[in-house]
């Protein structure tokens, strides 16, 4: 016997439908890539994002032909997050720090018919349109006044005469709900990118679970700036969550560096933002060089890489702004876990609250977590054992865009997530490694993350990352690179000393190399294949540490 409920399928287009009816004067800003504030109301984002889907109707496309964006976070990047799914097209965002040979591949891999673009990105579409074998026209994010006069792409196009032309009445299609709605690639630090491809479905109970207050914790009352790009994994879902919720939406456009932040912040009385930790240090330096203070921001969510200790200190204690860590990827949606502190912890004093909020957390309720051994054996929930993460779901990949990769699944359906970890009695996971990143030392392993964090405590440390390097005896032995604040010095005795009697005699790095930069990837993650690659020769000195 089947339930006797209402099968209305969940499409994203009801997102926007649901904020224009109820929080249709509630603000959406935008700083813009000339650095113009732009600002307006869910009722004209719905407005516009009519217009959108009505403007890619008349190009002439087929339902799920891919629409390819490489774009800030604004509004007209929202507008398209709406117009695009919502008419039954697929909206596949692009992250543009990746290399042009690479988005060229990406989008003829993905068939784009159409890429729209921020200004900022002119050069690169004028270097890679002769190599997109699939786009018919190319959409410049811009109003009539700021088109460039000549302009070696072929058939482009002004987003703001495209939107003005068109009708603001559009029928939303009554979609099957698990029709693809966006499509995203893997940063794929080996191998070609694999595009993951959220269904409307998917996206929707994803939405659904960040808001819950054990996760993001998102209502009509927050304001959000979401510093992570819409071009990585959605924004985390935030735009979608920003709909549900109605609350205030602040878009940074491409001013990422502390001071635009920061302005935004107090300006628009940001309560909520959310992005990578390499972000935060940026903000976080120049709030302490002005001796600045949060007036409104009292939730921070830092996420894509391990947040420091020091760092969740730092926001928690001198700031008073309460950071919430939380863990995910790509083929989750992204999200997997969030940590958030339970009842019983509430009794606790404020060093021992924090050590938990260091890691990554719960599992969000729709997501299952297992760990195993190398052997596949499931292993307890004891925060001790460490093995390797596996994870089910209804928003994770079940397979990649044109099985990229073959089946990415286990043979019982668990995707493997490449993260290695422990998960405590009360269901706190906390990450050690990525398998790949795992220091095998004397058959046990030594967590690259542990160690770069306590580096990262050490107040003369900007950025840390542990790579592993052959050893005769112990096959691997970690090497410590270390990028010191600007203006600070520290030596790798001192540096050696700051670990003393923190960590296991036999953890101790073999030695610290001091570096001027720390290559980061495409999301603003340390890219540890580059060190890899530039430590490859790398000899460990004989007398250094030795054990
Ligand atoms: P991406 O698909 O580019 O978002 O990368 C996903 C990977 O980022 C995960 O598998 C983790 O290795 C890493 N990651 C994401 N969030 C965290 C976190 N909070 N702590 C540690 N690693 C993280």
């Known amino acids: 016997m089947y339930g006797l409920m209402m099968d209305t399928p969940l499409l994203i287009w009801s997102l926007i ?60 990047h929202l507008e398209l997050y709406f117009g695009v799914s919502g008419s039954g097209l697929i909206l596949h965002t692009i992250n543009p720090r990746l ?20 200004l ?9 349109a002769p190599h997109c074998k699939t786009i018919k026209h190319y959409i410049l994010m811009t109003d009539a006044a700021h088109m460039p006069s000549a302009s070696k792409v072929p058939n482009l196009l002004c987003y703001e005469t495209l939107i003005q032309a068109a009708s603001d009445q559009f029928d939303w299609p009554i979609l099957e709900e698990r029709t693809a709605a966006t499509l995203c690639y893997t940063s794929g630090t080996t191998g070609n990118p694999k595009g993951v491809l959220y269904s409307h479905r998917s996206t929707l109970l994803h939405t659904y679970a960040i808001c819950m207050p054990d996760t993001l914790n998102i209502s009509a009352r927050d304001c959000i700036l979401p510093v992570v790009p819409m071009f990585h994994v959605n924004a985390w879902g935030l735009p979608y969550a920003a709909a549900l919720t109605g609350c205030k939406l602040v878009l940074p456009g491409p001013g990422l560096d502390g001071k635009s932040l920061y302005e935004l912040f107090e300006q628009e009385q940001v309560t909520l933002s959310a992005g990578v930790p390499t972000v935060w240090l940026g903000l976080l330096a120049y709030v302490k060089q002005n001796q ?56 606790l004093d ?3 609250q924090l050590a938990i909020k260091c890691k990554q957390g719960r599992a969000v309720y729709g ?29 994770i990949v079940r397979e990649y865009f044109k099985e990229e990769g073959g089946n990415p699944l286990l043979p019982d359906g668990w995707f493997p997530t490449g993260d290695v970890a422990t998960i405590d009695a009360d269901g706190y996971m906390q990450i050690t490694d990525r398998s790949k990143d795992v220091i095998k030392s004397g058959g046990e392993w030594i967590s690259s993350i542990d160690l770069e964090n306590l580096a990262m405590s050490h ?32 030596s790798k005795e001192q540096l050696l000393a700051h670990f003393q009697g923190k960590i296991a005699k036999w953890w101790m790095p073999d030695d610290i190399v001091f570096v001027d930069t720390i290559p980061l990837g495409a999301t603003g993650k340390i890219l540890k294949t580059k060190l890899r690659e530039q430590f490859a020769d790398y000899k460990l000195p004989e007398t250094f540490n030795a054990r």
Not at 322 to 344: D, F, Y
Not at 367 to 373: C, P, S, T
Not at 459 to 482: F, G, N
Request: hydrophobic share 35%; proline share 6%; charged share 20%.
């Open 350 to 352: 404020r060093e021992t």
């Open 367 to 395: 997501v299952q977590m297992r760990i195993v051994d190398d052997e596949g054996q499931t292993l307890p929930w004891d925060g001790q054992r460490s093995g390797h993460l596996q994870v089910k779901g209804p928003w």
């Open 292 to 347: 600045l203070k949060f007036s409104t921001m009292h939730r921070t969510v830092i996420g894509g890489s391990s947040v420091p200790p020091a760092m969740l200190k730092t926001f928690e204690i001198d700031y008073g702004v309460q950071v919430l860590h939380a863990w995910g990827m790509t083929e989750m949606s992204p999200l997997g876990t969030s940590c958030t502190l339970k009842h019983k912890h509430a009794a």
């Open 459 to 490: 107040p003369s440390v900007q950025m840390a990352a542990c790579i592993a390097v052959p050893h005769p005896k112990w096959d691997e032995r970690p090497l410590l690179i270390v990028m010191q604040r600007s203006g600070e010095t520290v």
């Open 17 to 76: 439908e649901h904020a224009k009816q109820n929080h249709p004067d509630t603000q959406i800003v935008t700083r813009g890539t000339e650095g113009e504030i732009r600002r307006y109301t869910y009722s004209d984002l719905h407005r516009r994002s009519m217009q959108c889907a009505n403007a890619l109707r008349s190009l002439g496309l087929q339902p799920s032909d891919r629409i390819a964006t490489l774009a800030w976070n604004t509004d007209r």
């Open 99 to 118: 290399h042009p040979e690479q988005i060229a591949w990406i989008t003829n891999h993905a068939e784009d018919q159409i890429l729209c673009f921020d």
């Open 120 to 128: 900022t990105f002119l050069p690169l579409i004028e270097a890679i």
